[in-house]
């Protein structure tokens, strides 16, 4: 069942809340590796299960059916007190009446280490995350950054064998929260620590992970890293999810190996990438930044339209462009030399262009 | 605060609020206010001044009666704070730290119930009951008037823990089991501290309730088990005296203490 570097095995895990009527599925089967020292991230809109899916390997709650395995072991119906899991929490969840170097302590002195070792780990723990002058202080008394590093040292100090965030930094303005990001990344490199961490925020689970797990309505839709999730997206909700992203209707006419010919409803026929055979009517898609910006009388442009609409961000410039599909297809420039009502060509190539699995 | 249109309504804007308000306040305290002034009267009266002395404090103190009254009312109030304190924390704990169970709303009405009847039907009931008791054991003595009492104050310590329990983060108390903290270790470390302003705020206004209780300990209370309250009530029969005056200025002064600690203390936040 665990394979080599498996740390912990998530396998055909069930969770419903309440009883009859009222009975829920939080989570809907789910099956999940998460490798010794990575960077796991759950990523999901409010509501998809990440939450429960995290309160389940800390023992928080019960699986209704499934196992939780750590280093080959069945953990799923220990208490949470006999895990070696440790969790920081949305709220950060401070002991109000402990310093914050009595917090960082509780989890060693509930273990019984000695004396001179929770102070060593305390004071280690402190300088890691760069809080050594507040060790006196009440926790009441610390900004919104300040309470999140404490809680992050407290947690780390038990050294467990995996580390939980629950959307630790949703709580930060976003300037905090980019120095946050950072911090983790070191502080998980420096401890080596597997990381486990739920958020509803693409980019930040973009930038952060090793690998991603999608989550919608209690399941895991992929697993993957993040070029991976982003460039290959294996269903329309990951690739709506992440990002923005172009969809395509058409009808398979040509299934090979690697590629498919697809349909559009206006005659036009486009290859696209497919991991696996497929057939009858299929979404493409495409990313923003994938779709390149021709003339409209390029003998081998694909796609043609007027542009519709030009939207400025600063680092570039949303072109869309009507091409008789409904909707508008966007392609994305740093500096386009179009204006509205032009009619121009759109480049999708082969490799940038990929059949969902629905 | 400039008078705008259109503005929401505040009462304090409504006709007559003022005096209505300054209406209750004298009403309320004046009585006290004269009570106060006149156990420090030099005089017999109480309606007619003469000279500052702390004469009837003196004679208060050296009546025996008063005093055996006194030793009866810390005696039931103490023994009645200490059990009544220890069920309430425990039910309390039970109504809001289990999973939600069926009749909790019914355990919550039967604990809080002496709050709702009326005194009087929990005195006559009491008292029938004890004459019961008495007769099949043949047991007295001054367990019975405590029993009664501590009956009474659970709900008056209940409340102040539980309302500290439930403004209590939860994820406190997960975060302790995360950090490897059995049950126990998780409720001497955690949940205990953390509860203990709410049980000082229960104990003590379930002591001040005990100390000033007169129509369930006039019903109970067997010979020789005259409290304070009660005492007066018999004396007072007899034509108010400053002496009385002294005693209640005493009962109001600890009253007083014990209910403003009560919201110091209960204010601390969680």
Known sequence: MSSDDGLIEIVNVTKAFGTGERRFLALGGVNATIRKGEFFTLLGPSGCGKTTLLRLIAGFELPTSGEILLDGQEIGHLPPYRRPVNTVFQNYALFPHMTVAENISFGLEMLNKPKAEIASTVERMLALVKMSELAGRRTDQLSGGQQQRVALARALAPQPKVLLLDEPLSALDLKLRKEMQVELKRIQHETGITFIFVTHDQEEALTMSDRIAVMAKGNILQIGSPSEIYNAPAARFVADFIGDINFIEGQVVVAGEKTAQIRLPGGQVLTARASRPVEGPVTLAIRPEKVGLRHADDDDVPLSGTVTNLVYFGSGTNVHVDVGLGADIVARATAPKVALGDRVGLDLHVTDLSVLAE | ?270
């Open chain 2, 1 to 270: 605060m400039a008078k705008r249109k259109g503005r929401p309504f505040d009462l304090k804007s409504q006709p007559g609020f003022t005096q209505i308000a300054w209406g209750c306040v004298v009403f309320l305290y004046a009585p006290i206010l004269v009570l106060i002034a006149f156990s420090f009267n030099a005089n017999r009266s109480v309606v007619r001044w003469t000279e500052f002395s702390f004469d009837w404090y003196v004679a208060a103190f050296q009546n025996e009666g008063i005093r055996n009254a006194a030793i009866v009312s810390l005696k039931v109030a103490t023994s009645a704070t200490l059990v009544a304190t220890t069920f309430a924390t425990m039910a309390a704990l039970a109504t809001t730290r289990t999973a939600p169970f069926r009749g909790q709303g019914v355990a919550f009405g039967i604990i809080n119930q002496p709050l709702m009847v009326p005194e009087i039907v929990t005195a006559v009931v009491t008292l029938s009951f004890f004459a019961l008791v008495k007769q099949i054991t043949g047991l007295t003595g001054i367990g019975y008037l405590i029993l009664a009492h501590t009956v009474f104050c659970i709900p008056f310590a209940y409340m102040p823990i539980r309302a500290r329990l439930e403004d209590m983060n939860l994820t406190l108390e997960q975060a302790a089991a995360d950090l490897y903290a059995t049950p126990f270790r998780i409720f001497r470390r955690v949940t205990l501290p953390l509860m203990a302003p709410g049980i000082l705020a229960g104990a003590m206004l379930a002591f001040v309730v005990s100390l000033d209780d007169v129509i369930i300990t006039l019903m109970i209370s067997g010979p020789g088990e005259t409290t304070l309250p009660i005492y007066i009530f018999g004396q007072i029969r007899r034509g108010i005296t400053p002496e009385i005056n002294a005693v209640s200025t005493v009962l109001l002064g600890v009253s007083v203490l014990l209910v403003s600690s009560f919201f110091l203390i209960g204010r601390k936040k969680a």
